[in-house]
């Protein structure tokens, strides 16, 4: 199990990830790329899903944001779709949906499921995240609401008659716009007494395939300096004692 860069999945997540940040600890990203021993470049990357954050750093991360490393793991789990189905196995939520359980849904839901019914799985999959959400940010108010139609076109404009006006190409587009929307659930976090908020669309989740790693002959230069560069503090010292105890039995080759 292993989350991809640039996936629905790790766009999801470092959405999610940055209003913990914002709205739990309200650190910036160089707070917590200090926390973290990584750059701030590094904290964006991630929370824009330009960067998939892999299990191991899911612990440094959840001590930066002070939350708990296990609903930070539950996070990461859900935002790639799986849902535990047994003991130590999981499976993609639309293969098992009887595993994201039948509670009531709200009303708003429930309409929204009387057209599209084929997306009740994934409201539930958008509650159950919303109730890992609420743990990780126990001052905020978190509700998943369905996507409304926005129009990306301007409307029509009115003549003096008080008739519509409308140019043939502009309501095509619309029209086509209409069809192609998918009412998909938006995750809303509000705080500050509800005068704030900010929201997440769930995106269509991927089935997580697994990454198949080939050791290549060598590394240049350059690459292992983009590899050495994305390391935390900690792992850089474990790879230079590692480079130095090959330079020791180099020289004690030759000597």
């Known amino acids: 199990m292993d989350m991809r860069r640039g996936t629905p999945s790790a766009k999801l ?76 196995r999981l499976a993609f939520y639309s293969d098992r949906p009887d595993a994201l359980g039948s509670a009531p849904l709200d009303a708003d839901i429930i309409e929204t499921l009387g057209d599209w019914p084929d997306l009740e799985a994934t ?9 890992v959400l609420k743990r990780l940010l126990p001052n905020a108010s978190v509700q998943v609401e369905p996507d409304e139609f926005d129009s990306p076109y301007m409307m029509p404009d009115v003549d003096e008659a008080g008739a519509w ?20 659930p938006i995750i809303w976090v509000y705080w500050a007494n509800f005068t704030s908020r900010d929201g997440v669309r769930m995106p269509r989740l991927q089935k997580p395939t697994p990454i198949v790693r080939r050791r290549g002959k060598s590394v240049n230069t350059v690459e292992l300096e983009d590899l050495i560069r994305d390391l935390s503090g900690p792992e850089r010292e474990r790879v230079r004692g590692y480079v130095e105890a090959v330079m020791e039995q180099r020289a004690s080759l030759e000597g």
């Not at 750059?39 to 001590?63: I, N, Y």
């Not at 409201?123 to 109730?131: D, H, K, M, Q, S």
């Not at 006006?165 to 998909?184: D, H, I, S």
Request: charged share 20%; aromatic share 6%.
């Open 165 to 184: 006006v409308t140019f043939p190409n502009t309501q095509k587009k619309l029209e086509a716009a209409f069809a192609a929307f998918v009412p998909l």
């Open 123 to 131: 409201f539930r999959l958008a509650v159950r995240i919303a109730g």
């Open 13 to 88: 997540f470092g959405q999610l990830l940055s209003l913990v940040r914002s709205v739990g600890v309200g650190d910036s990203m160089r707070q917590v790329g200090e926390n973290i021993g990584a750059p701030a470049a590094t904290v964006s990357q991630v929370e824009k899903g330009q960067r998939a954050l892999k299990e191991p750093k899911l612990a440094p991360w959840a001590a930066a944001l002070g939350v708990s490393e296990a609903d930070l793991h539950e996070l990461w789990v859900l935002c790639q779709g799986l849902v535990p189905v047994g003991r130590d």
